[in-house]
């Protein structure tokens, strides 16, 4: 079991940007597919972006496309989502998740982080 640690969230203004990264241990990641996941308050987790093993196969969220980018470095073992000209409305705690599925629902991903809080002032 591949175990996995987020950082990188914060508050700030609208229009700023954050880059969470999320760390693995246990296992290494380079076969896994990664996948960012969010939930806003009071709302459901909702799906953000994934990507594949070898770092194709990219999917986002269309609410976020064009202004997040998520990336992956295996040899440090660790994932990032580049999230910029952030809006309120992307207020939520942003979960990494590894699993073997390239898929985006929760149910594709066997192993969880314990999330980072992202605040997004108007």
């Known amino acids: 079991q591949v175990q996995l640690v987020e950082s990188g969230g914060g508050l700030v203004q609208a229009g700023s940007s954050l880059r969470l990264s999320c760390a693995a241990s246990?296992?290494?990641?380079?076969?896994?597919?990664m996948g960012w996941f969010r939930q806003p308050p009071g709302k459901e987790r909702e799906f953000v972006a994934t990507i594949r093993g070898n770092g194709g196969s990219i999917y986002y969220v269309d609410s976020v496309k064009g202004r997040f980018t998520i990336n992956r470095d295996n040899a440090k073992n660790t994932v990032y989502l580049q999230m910029n000209s952030l809006k309120p409305e992307d207020t939520a705690v942003y979960y990494c998740?590894?699993?073997?599925?390239?898929?985006?629902?929760?149910?594709?991903?066997?192993?969880w982080g314990q999330g980072t809080q992202v605040t997004v002032s108007s």
């Open positions: 246990g296992r290494t990641i380079s076969s896994y597919v």
């Open positions: 998740a590894a699993g073997w599925l390239p898929g985006t629902r929760e149910a594709d991903f066997r192993s």
